[in-house]
């Protein structure tokens, strides 16, 4: 099985405890608060006035035309049906990087490259970028995105944690053979509605619609993510919260040795001595993080919600044992 942060499930069943704050992934932890669901949310098929609402909003946010846009049950779903609608043979994933684009490729049969320079990903049928990365925060500008695709045959830029860092999106000026994949549920915090786009010419979101069904979103995804994506006061304000606790969380770590190697709005990546024992000294105070099977000294953390949590981090360093 591919390696992912989430699994509170096995914390839990080694440490024990039930209060834990779950730090192993990129999900706000402030999130946006929804309000009731309507009746029709909850017993009507979603309908194509539900989704062009949605969608309209989405466009806004992303600077980009409404039909250019595909909601999808999360962007896991559009990086799931991506490598059957597009031909070819030849992948280029830029690594290291969120294990589902290889993964995906691998599994729909195509052979996949992981170069650690975007050089490498020169001449694939199917190139992938994640931007800003995950883990490393690594980011490429617009003009630099532009310049890869005109050397693939075509390229997804999955911005999952581009919300904060609109100046990063190529959503509003993309090269005619990118595919953009946004998430819903890391900014917003609602990663349980499973929602997210696609955002690419029309002839390949009519593919991509053909292989997600004909309700690829839930009523409810589709009504909580409108009125999420038309609070832009409150996409506002967690932006500039999430940069001062960006901040915090890294003096906090960072006065106890720990280096930092970058990251995002919504995680921060550290090298330690051995991540399985910083994990673990953690683990015990009930907070769960992030290491990597392939790399035993990166440690990756996110955002703690409020100041209980971050008090809560700096007094697991205090603990005894």
């Given at each position: 099985?591919?390696?992912?942060?989430?699994?509170?499930?096995?914390?839990?069943?080694?440490?024990?405890?039930?209060?834990?704050?779950?730090?192993?992934?990129?999900?706000?932890?402030?999130?946006?608060?929804?309000?009731?669901?309507?009746?029709?949310?909850?017993?009507?098929?979603?309908?194509?006035?539900?989704?062009?609402?949605?969608?309209?909003?989405?466009?806004?946010?992303?600077?980009?035309?409404?039909?250019?846009?595909?909601?999808?049950?999360?962007?896991?779903?559009?990086?799931?049906?991506?490598?059957?609608?597009?031909?070819?043979?030849?992948?280029?994933?830029?690594?290291?990087?969120?294990?589902?684009?290889?993964?995906?490729?691998?599994?729909?049969?195509?052979?996949?490259?992981?170069?650690?320079?975007?050089?490498?990903?020169?001449?694939?049928?199917?190139?992938?970028?994640?931007?800003?990365?995950?883990?490393?925060?690594?980011?490429?500008?617009?003009?630099?995105?532009?310049?890869?695709?005109?050397?693939?045959?075509?390229?997804?830029?999955?911005?999952?944690?581009?919300?904060?860092?609109?100046?990063?999106?190529?959503?509003?000026?993309?090269?005619?053979?990118?595919?953009?994949?946004?998430?819903?549920?890391?900014?917003?915090?609602?990663?349980?509605?499973?929602?997210?786009?696609?955002?690419?010419?029309?002839?390949?979101?009519?593919?991509?619609?053909?292989?997600?069904?004909?309700?690829?979103?839930?009523?409810?995804?589709?009504?909580?993510?409108?009125?999420?994506?038309?609070?832009?006061?409150?996409?506002?304000?967690?932006?500039?919260?999430?940069?001062?606790?960006?901040?915090?969380?890294?003096?906090?770590?960072?006065?106890?040795?720990w280096n930092l190697i970058g990251g995002t709005h919504l995680f921060r990546l550290y090298e330690v001595a051995e991540a399985r024992a910083a994990r673990d000294l953690l683990a015990r105070a009930g907070i769960w993080s992030r290491i990597f099977p392939w790399h035993d000294r990166w440690i990756r953390l996110g955002i703690p919600g409020n100041r209980r949590e971050f008090d809560r981090l700096a007094q697991a360093f205090k603990a005894p044992g």
């Amino acid at each position: 099985m591919r390696d992912h942060g989430g699994d509170i499930d096995k914390a839990a069943n080694r440490f024990g405890g039930t209060d834990w704050i779950d730090l192993s992934t990129g999900i706000n932890r402030r999130s946006w608060q929804a309000g009731p669901l309507s009746a029709h949310a909850l017993t009507a098929l979603p309908t194509q006035q539900d989704q062009a609402r949605l969608c309209a909003l989405a466009a806004v946010r992303f600077g980009c035309a409404s039909e250019q846009i595909l909601p999808l049950a999360g962007a896991s779903a559009a990086i799931q049906l991506v490598p059957h609608v597009i031909p070819g043979q030849r992948a280029a994933v830029f690594s290291p990087t969120y294990n589902e684009h290889a993964g995906s490729l691998r599994s729909a049969g195509w052979q996949v490259a992981e170069p650690h320079d975007p050089a490498g990903l020169s001449g694939a049928d199917l190139a992938v970028i994640v931007n800003p990365n995950n883990p490393d925060g690594r980011e490429f500008t617009p003009a630099q995105i532009a310049a890869i695709a005109a050397t693939v045959g075509h390229l997804v830029v999955d911005e999952s944690f581009a919300d904060p860092r609109p100046d990063l999106s190529v959503a509003s000026e993309r090269p005619d053979n990118v595919i953009v994949l946004r998430s819903f549920g890391k900014f917003w915090g609602l990663a349980g509605l499973r929602l997210g786009f696609a955002i690419a010419a029309p002839d390949l979101l009519t593919r991509l619609a053909e292989r997600a069904g004909p309700w690829p979103v839930s009523g409810p995804a589709l009504e909580i993510g409108a009125q999420a994506l038309a609070d832009a006061r409150w996409a506002d304000d967690t932006v500039v919260w999430l940069s001062e606790a960006t901040l915090h969380l890294d003096q906090i770590l960072t006065a106890q040795g720990w280096n930092l190697i970058g990251g995002t709005h919504l995680f921060r990546l550290y090298e330690v001595a051995e991540a399985r024992a910083a994990r673990d000294l953690l683990a015990r105070a009930g907070i769960w993080s992030r290491i990597f099977p392939w790399h035993d000294r990166w440690i990756r953390l996110g955002i703690p919600g409020n100041r209980r949590e971050f008090d809560r981090l700096a007094q697991a360093f205090k603990a005894p044992g």
